[in-house]
């Protein structure tokens, strides 16, 4: 079976602090794509990011970036220097090679105050 | 390109009534998804489409949704006799390969 976990329900941030989500993922595919999305408060998924299983390269953009471990299943997201514009829910997916569906976790709601 | 449309944006309904959702794919996406939210969870599929065909769907569709997309263009989905618990946020997306998928700002709809 599927599954996406990410533990962090809320953190409350400092504008210009740094950080992470969390997330982890099960899947006895070999072969699958991990994705995060963002959600402001207008509720529109915002893609952010696709990884696909044989490429274990971390990216980064801008303020965004990722890091991808396959020996943990994990694929966890830091923001650095946060902003207010930052807060949101922000959803890890998972797709299998053969699946059609993303498959999300429930989601890390973050706060950035200033 | 223009994203992903959707319509209503919010319905209100009462117990039991039909409603039906529009879903307007970015153009020249052949692959389309409906996906259910409910508050605090991430979004559940619910059907897929590639073209006018509909070669996917979920256990959570049950027999009162159906879902079309003549055409192979927009889509539709209706739920016959609302009940409580359809009350959900309702997405659509769109792709082009299969990959990336990219949401609309969804239906809320709230049955009384």
């Known amino acids: 079976a599927q599954k996406v976990t990410q533990a962090q329900t809320e953190i409350s941030v400092v504008e210009k602090e740094d950080v992470t989500l969390d997330c982890v993922y099960e899947?006895?595919?070999?072969?699958?794509?991990l994705f995060w999305y963002k959600q402001p408060p207008s509720g529109e998924l915002v893609f952010l990011i696709r990884?696909?299983?044989?490429?274990?390269q971390n990216e980064i953009s801008g303020r965004y970036s990722w890091n991808f471990q396959k020996s943990t299943s994990s694929f966890n997201f830091t923001i650095t220097a946060s902003q207010v514009v930052d807060s949101a829910v922000y959803f890890c997916?998972?797709?299998?090679?053969?699946?059609?569906?993303?498959?999300f976790g429930k989601g890390t709601t973050l706060s950035v105050s200033s | 390109d223009t994203g992903v449309s959707q319509n209503p944006r919010h319905k209100i309904t009462k117990r039991g009534q039909n409603v039906t959702f529009r879903c307007d794919p970015i153009?020249?996406?052949?692959?389309l998804y409906w996906y259910r939210q409910t508050l605090g969870q991430g979004p559940e599929f619910l059907t897929y489409?590639?073209?006018?065909?509909?070669?996917?769907k979920s256990r959570l569709l049950s027999d009162r949704f159906s879902a079309e997309r003549p055409k192979g263009s927009f889509s539709t989905l209706e739920i016959q006799r609302t009940e409580q618990g359809d009350s959900a946020m309702y997405l659509c997306?769109?792709?082009?390969?299969?990959?990336?998928?990219?949401f609309g700002p969804g239906t809320r709809l709230t049955v009384t």
């Open positions: 153009s020249e996406h052949n692959r």
């Open positions: 997306a769109s792709s082009r390969d299969g990959y990336e998928q990219y």
């Open positions: 489409f590639q073209n006018e065909a509909q070669l996917e």
């Open positions: 997916a998972l797709r299998t090679q053969a699946g059609t569906a993303l498959i």
């Open positions: 990884r696909n299983s044989f490429d274990e």
């Open positions: 899947t006895r595919d070999t072969t699958y794509y």
